[in-house]
């Protein structure tokens, strides 16, 4: 627990200011809030919380093309959606179920496939890298509803953490990579498919969340508790079985998409602990309202 230095209250998450150095609350960890003395020297008034990161250093490869194509859109996006990007992700994935179905039953099946899915028939659609992370099977109805409550109940704590530019990044780029994964295994074992929905981005959130705290109780299907790095590590190993006596697409799922997802948010959280030492307290209290 750490109190923060312009309200007192105390605060399980406290947030460090990297300008000035002060630690307070998700209210005030914002430069602005707080009457930072850093503010002069602000060189970006749209994105206040996020002046640290470097695009020019970080972004490699697939990510190259995804900071070329979000430049724009945080631009004009982020300061309206600042802390709630995730419920902003949540809308778009539902407005994206209804347009699917509208393509369906206007243009067919065919035309769905080619706009919202990443497949191996069309691996050069490039459109479909981020619109397939937003689309979910128009079939299944509980694949975005698992989705959706998975992301509602996670995302929050991971985006007041790390901020709402490297919480996108940490989205798309573990939806994007963990769908090419899919489509580049299916091209190599010659195993056509479709890979489509956001669980390779929401279980990087997952991996991030298991590497800053593997102890956090989450309640699998609201009623068994369970800490978190248990849940992560069963899962990747239902998934590793799954993918040896079935395929990389076993049960129609993309087994191995997901355990991509879930290595990228792994990854990224080792790198986020490295590069942020005294942000981080090694019992986080990420504190989803029931759990999933």
Request: proline residues 5%; positive net charge; glycine residues 10%.
């Amino acid at each position: 627990m750490a109190i923060c230095q312009v309200c007192g209250q105390n605060e399980a998450i406290p947030f460090s200011c990297r300008n000035c150095g002060g630690v307070f609350c998700g209210l005030h960890r914002l430069p602005e809030a707080h009457n930072c003395d850093g503010l002069k020297n602000w060189n970006d008034p749209l994105m206040p919380s996020e002046n640290s990161y470097s695009s020019s250093s970080d972004v490699r490869g697939i990510s190259k093309f995804l900071n070329l194509i979000s430049n724009r859109f945080l631009t004009f996006t982020l300061p309206f959606f600042r802390g709630n990007l995730t419920y902003l992700f949540l809308a778009l994935m539902w407005i994206t179920l209804i347009l699917q179905w509208s393509v369906i039953i206007i243009f067919g099946i065919n035309a769905h496939n080619s706009i919202f899915t990443v497949s191996t028939y069309h691996p050069e659609y490039v459109w479909t890298w981020i619109f397939s992370i937003f689309a979910h099977s128009p079939s299944s109805f509980s694949h975005i509803l698992f989705n959706s409550i998975t992301l509602y109940f996670f995302g929050p704590s991971v985006e007041r953490y790390i901020g709402t530019k490297k919480f996108f990044y940490l989205f798309m780029l573990g939806g994007i990579l963990a769908a090419l994964s899919q489509m580049g295994a299916g091209i190599l074992t010659a195993t056509p498919g479709f890979v489509l929905g956001a669980s390779g981005a929401i279980l990087a959130i997952m991996g991030f969340l298991t590497v800053l705290n593997p102890n956090l109780k989450v309640h699998l299907y609201f009623l068994l508790p369970l800490p978190l790095w248990v849940l992560t590590i069963g899962f990747a190993i239902i998934s590793v079985s799954l993918i040896s006596v079935g395929g990389i697409g076993a049960g129609g799922v993309a087994q191995l998409a997901h355990l991509v997802g879930l290595l990228i948010g792994i990854v990224y959280g080792e790198r986020f602990k490295r590069n942020n030492p005294s942000n981080f307290i090694s019992q986080r209290s990420f504190k989803p309202k029931i759990g999933f």
